[in-house]
């Protein structure tokens, strides 16, 4: 089995077709599920961001694997398959281990560094997990990504390459990299209550706004939101919830509005952003951050006089293309290290079924000569009997750990597939056996 991702990002694809292809979590749920019904996988994880959908498997045939995959995203996105074809990547093995490990660090961001990507590739390994779609492989991988995007973090100066999609987003609506300067004393809408919009509220809390409204479907969310925001040793920003119904009317009053939520329709229209912007002051722009895919605010903004508007398509016209060099080339190094050091820890893995049989048939071996000298000294005592089993089995041992620990150094190092197939065929190991271990390996995980 091989890992393969076939995805489409801000990378690959414009605004528009990422917009149209965004796949809510019942929709996630869904292409999962049948993914493993598909025939060439057997393990699936799917990681949807705003600007990012990829749908990681384990195949056991590259092209099928290929059409199967592309298909499933079609079809759960509710893009075409031929419209949605030119827009999609596909990596394979070691590359596609190498993608997600650079999605990890932020080096495939539209923010270079930011680092809320973990958080989702957090999510999406839990999703595989509860759904019982990310089996060992998949487990590993998307551990091992959260290990290595944590270590950049730490080890280089990757956080100043860029800031999160919020920061990054009130910067270019304040048009300064103070956004404390630019936020101070004013009021704050923020429509939806999910990670990105609570990341929001909190930017805008620090940044030493007045007042932040929180607008949510699920009036509970809202409320929680506004009850962290004012705890007690926090920013002491004033918070309240409301209503989706009132978010038009609350647009009149603030100063900034950011929507991020999961409609799948407009959450502000033209003609609101237009009446928001008629009663406000001269000179007091309304600034207005769209961070939704679908958007949640109508394109129309942009014409509206008044109103200074961004959204994911602004944001990745924006983004510089090499901030701190020398910091992504840091982060580029980890990356090539640790894809190293998964391929070596899975081909290692992919011995070690072999190398249990064989101990198996071993003891098998031992336990079956043991029992003839019974039929043959039927005078032995326990304790001779005892030590007689414990002397072969050492010698056994002894014979069997010098080849079993180099086979599986051998196996770690690039080309060491093959080992595996020689070490069954010098000992004649059933395959089946071997099949069998590793199967109750994959149940364990």
Request: charged share 20%; glycine share 8%; aromatic share 2%.
């Amino acid at each position: 089995m091989s890992l393969l991702v076939v995805g489409l990002s801000h990378r690959s694809a414009p605004v528009s077709v990422l917009e149209r292809a965004s796949l809510p979590a019942d929709a996630q749920v869904k292409l999962l599920q049948d993914t493993l019904a598909a025939e060439p996988a057997t393990e699936g994880a799917v990681l949807a961001t705003c600007n990012r959908i990829e749908l990681y498997a384990d195949v056991d045939k590259f092209h099928a694997g290929v059409a199967e995959l592309s298909t499933l995203l079609a079809r759960h996105s509710g893009v075409g398959l031929d419209e949605l074809t030119p827009h999609l990547y596909v990596h394979y093995e070691d590359r596609a281990v190498h993608h997600l490990l650079s999605v990890a660090c932020g080096l495939d961001s539209m923010v270079v560094g930011e680092g809320q990507i973990l958080g989702q590739i957090k999510d999406a390994l839990a999703l595989g997990q509860d759904l019982h779609t990310a089996g060992r492989m998949l487990n590993d991988l998307f551990q091992q990504a959260l290990r290595v995007g944590k270590r950049a973090h730490s080890e280089t100066g990757i956080d100043r390459a860029g800031q999160s999609l919020v920061t990054f987003g009130l910067q270019q609506l304040a048009g300064t990299d103070s956004v404390d300067t630019w936020a101070a004393g004013k009021r704050a809408l923020i429509v939806g209550a999910g990670s990105m919009s609570s990341l929001a509220a909190a930017t805008l809390a620090r940044a030493g706004v007045a007042e932040i409204v929180i607008a949510n479907r699920t009036a509970a969310r809202a409320e929680r939101l506004a009850e962290i925001l004012q705890q007690p040793g926090g920013t002491g920003v004033r918070a309240r919830a409301v209503g989706m119904d009132a978010v038009d009317a609350e647009l009149a009053s603030a100063d900034i509005a950011v929507s991020c939520t999961g409609a799948t329709g407009l959450v502000l229209t033209g003609d609101a952003v237009r009446a928001a912007a008629a009663g406000r002051p001269a000179g007091s722009p309304l600034a207005l951050l769209d961070l939704a895919m679908p958007r949640d605010i109508d394109a129309e903004a942009h014409r509206v006089d008044g109103v200074s508007f961004a959204d994911i398509e602004t944001l990745a016209e924006a983004s510089a293309d090499a901030p701190m060099a020398a910091d992504v080339d840091k982060v580029r190094g980890i990356v090539s290290e640790e894809v190293a050091a998964f391929g070596a820890a899975q081909r290692a893995a992919h011995i070690t079924p072999t190398v249990v049989a064989l101990r198996a048939m071993a003891a098998d071996v031992v336990a079956g000569e043991i029992a003839r000298l019974d039929s043959r000294l039927p005078g032995l005592d326990d304790k001779e009997r005892a030590e007689i089993t414990r002397t072969v089995r050492r010698v056994v041992d002894k014979l069997l750990h010098a080849p079993t620990v180099r086979v599986k150094q051998l196996a770690a190092e690039p080309g060491g597939a093959g080992y595996a197939d020689a070490l069954r065929e010098l000992f004649d190991l059933d395959p089946q056996t071997v099949a069998a271990v590793s199967q109750a390996d994959r149940g364990r995980s």
